[in-house]
């Protein structure tokens, strides 16, 4: 079994001249602009990687350190760190100024008001909805607490990490906004380069269309030269009535995920897709590249096509029906995840997936969103073979930029939705998160609206991505 696939190339320490440790405090300078300050109450400091923060090997910078007793000053020509390396960190042991404009003074503790950043989904959102802190502020300075992220082995597969640490990253770039996102790409990873096709038109619906539904219709939009680079196909791809005889029970805890019959599944629904390779060979013909939609976290039950081989490939004999349950912290499970559920039909003709619901940051680990690790390891997947990867899924926290393309949610359709869309797809910038697709034309509840429409295709043509949905 290939788990070097799961193995993201990071580099996470830093310079050895760029850090410095007194007690239980480590103060690594990665910029004039840019510290990260650590504490441990053990003296021992972490240089793995976390989901977060891959990359720390900045070049050597100028600094100076003073020790008086207990007390630590690391100064660069833009910040003066002060702090105390025997107690832990308080508002009175820890500050750092900004010695230029605006010459803001933080003290731990202190929660910087930033420009905003952005938030996991807008599902159900109507007339806006508060969005977390970006890396821009009118203050000068703002933070990345990467203490409770998880860590990066060399296996690449996630570690908790010790109990009672600290790992902040003090940005203080004043006003000076693109150097601080450049150097936060610097240190997290820069988005990557989406295929071309992704910039064109896509057409997304949710609505179990037949095969030769979608291909008269694809055949129509032609015809009156409306042009689609990216065809994707809603969850009716794939079996969602399950028999009541072939439903396997769920356990508590995923019922608390919201998990919902039906939503899982990967064996094609014959009766609207008599022969879906063909349907696939049909788009690539007209020139259209092709999404399906995944919900993965019901796992591989007894009906589904694939089962019998997933069954073995895990050590369940599948004479006994056991559902094969989504385990997102098994390399083994995840790599007959891919190569038995999704690797035939990328063959058949499908170009990437849609990760449409991943159980929030319910999982049997405290800490680990499941959405974050099925964003790293699809596009480490879909980048196989020297392709761009590709994935179009929900934000799942900082560092989420390196995982294209994010998914806005299941949008009110209201003017009121559509007045904040601009409004957060310009916020999100300011944690370095730029591709957005949104459901152009909104998805739920709300009132049809034909000027309301129109508007919403214009926010579409005028962004990167134009999912008529």
Same mark, same amino acid.
């Given at each position: 079994? %290939?788990?070097? =696939?799961?193995?993201?190339?990071? =580099?996470?320490?830093? &310079?050895?001249?760029?850090? /410095?440790?007194?007690?239980?405090?480590?103060?690594?300078?990665?910029?004039? =602009?840019?510290?990260?300050?650590?504490?441990?109450?053990?003296?021992?400091?972490?240089?793995?990687?976390?989901?977060?923060?891959?990359?720390?090997?900045?070049?050597? +910078?100028?600094?100076?350190?003073?020790?008086?007793?207990?007390?630590?000053?690391?100064?660069?020509?833009?910040?003066?760190?002060? +702090?105390?390396?025997?107690?832990?960190?308080?508002?009175?042991?820890?500050?750092?100024? *900004?010695?230029?404009?605006?010459?803001?003074?933080?003290?731990?503790?202190?929660?910087?008001?930033?420009?905003?950043?952005?938030?996991?989904?807008? %599902?159900?959102?109507?007339?806006?909805?508060?969005?977390?802190?970006?890396?821009?502020?009118?203050?000068?300075?703002?933070?990345?607490?990467?203490?409770?992220? &998880?860590?990066?082995?060399?296996?690449?597969?996630?570690?908790? =990490?010790?109990?009672?640490?600290?790992?902040?990253?003090?940005?203080?770039?004043?006003?000076?906004?693109?150097?601080?996102?450049?150097?936060?790409?610097?240190?997290?990873?820069?988005?990557?380069?989406?295929?071309?096709?992704?910039?064109?038109?896509?057409?997304?619906?949710?609505?179990?269309?037949?095969?030769?539904?979608?291909?008269?219709? &694809?055949?129509?939009?032609?015809?009156?030269?409306?042009?689609?680079?990216?065809?994707?196909?809603?969850?009716?791809?794939?079996?969602?009535?399950?028999?009541?005889?072939?439903?396997?029970?769920?356990?508590?805890?995923?019922?608390?995920?919201?998990?919902?019959?039906?939503?899982?599944?990967?064996?094609?629904?014959?009766?609207?897709?008599?022969?879906?390779?063909?349907?696939?060979?049909?788009?690539?013909?007209?020139?259209?590249?092709?999404?399906?939609?995944?919900?993965?976290?019901?796992?591989? +039950?007894?009906?589904?096509?694939?089962?019998?081989?997933?069954?073995?490939?895990?050590?369940?004999?599948?004479?006994?029906?056991?559902? /094969?349950?989504?385990? !997102?912290?098994?390399?083994?499970?995840?790599?007959?995840?891919?190569? !038995?559920?999704?690797?035939?039909?990328?063959?058949?003709?499908?170009?990437?997936?849609?990760? %449409?619901?991943?159980?929030?940051?319910?999982?049997?680990?405290?800490?680990?969103?499941?959405?974050?690790?099925?964003?790293?390891?699809?596009?480490?997947?879909?980048?196989?073979?020297?392709?761009?990867?590709?994935?179009?899924?929900?934000?799942?926290?900082?560092?989420?930029?390196?995982?294209?393309?994010?998914?806005?949610?299941?949008? /009110?359709?209201?003017?009121?939705?559509?007045?904040?869309?601009?409004?957060?797809?310009?916020?999100?910038?300011?944690?370095?998160?730029?591709?957005?697709?949104?459901? !152009?034309?909104?998805? &739920?509840?709300?009132?049809?609206?034909?000027? *309301?429409? *129109?508007?919403?295709?214009?926010?579409? /043509?005028?962004?990167?991505?134009?999912?008529?949905?």
């Amino acid at each position: 079994m %290939d788990n070097e =696939r799961f193995i993201w190339t990071t =580099r996470p320490l830093a &310079m050895a001249e760029n850090m /410095v440790v007194c007690g239980n405090v480590r103060i690594t300078v990665l910029t004039d =602009r840019l510290l990260r300050i650590e504490h441990s109450n053990t003296g021992a400091f972490e240089d793995r990687a976390s989901q977060t923060v891959f990359y720390r090997d900045f070049a050597p +910078c100028t600094y100076r350190m003073t020790q008086d007793g207990e007390w630590l000053t690391v100064e660069t020509e833009a910040l003066r760190l002060c +702090c105390r390396t025997d107690v832990p960190f308080s508002a009175e042991t820890l500050t750092v100024a *900004l010695k230029n404009e605006p010459a803001a003074h933080w003290h731990y503790g202190d929660e910087p008001e930033t420009l905003g950043g952005t938030i996991k989904t807008l %599902d159900s959102v109507n007339d806006g909805i508060p969005l977390g802190d970006g890396l821009c502020s009118r203050q000068g300075y703002a933070l990345l607490d990467d203490s409770s992220t &998880m860590l990066l082995g060399e296996d690449g597969w996630v570690i908790p =990490r010790p109990a009672d640490t600290i790992d902040l990253y003090f940005f203080g770039y004043g006003y000076d906004y693109r150097s601080c996102i450049a150097d936060y790409y610097r240190l997290t990873g820069i988005p990557p380069m989406l295929p071309a096709y992704a910039l064109g038109n896509w057409w997304s619906r949710y609505y179990a269309y037949t095969q030769d539904e979608y291909q008269t219709l &694809m055949t129509r939009f032609e015809r009156e030269d409306i042009p689609f680079s990216v065809a994707v196909v809603d969850m009716d791809w794939h079996i969602v009535d399950v028999p009541d005889e072939q439903k396997p029970p769920y356990s508590d805890f995923e019922q608390q995920c919201g998990l919902r019959e039906g939503w899982t599944g990967y064996t094609w629904n014959e009766q609207l897709f008599p022969d879906y390779k063909n349907f696939l060979a049909f788009l690539h013909e007209h020139y259209e590249k092709v999404a399906l939609n995944l919900h993965p976290a019901g796992g591989v +039950c007894p009906h589904e096509v694939q089962y019998p081989a997933m069954a073995k490939a895990m050590g369940i004999d599948p004479k006994t029906k056991e559902r /094969v349950r989504f385990d !997102i912290l098994s390399p083994k499970f995840m790599a007959n995840y891919f190569d !038995i559920l999704h690797h035939p039909y990328e063959a058949d003709g499908v170009d990437f997936w849609w990760m %449409d619901w991943q159980q929030g940051k319910n999982s049997f680990v405290k800490g680990l969103d499941p959405l974050w690790m099925l964003n790293h390891y699809h596009v480490l997947d879909n980048c196989r073979n020297g392709k761009r990867g590709m994935l179009l899924s929900r934000y799942a926290g900082l560092g989420s930029h390196r995982y294209p393309i994010g998914f806005s949610g299941d949008t /009110v359709i209201s003017w009121e939705s559509l007045d904040f869309q601009p409004y957060f797809t310009a916020t999100a910038s300011n944690v370095g998160y730029t591709w957005w697709s949104h459901d !152009i034309g909104g998805h &739920m509840f709300g009132y049809r609206d034909n000027e *309301l429409a *129109l508007r919403w295709v214009q926010l579409g /043509v005028f962004s990167p991505i134009n999912r008529l949905h």
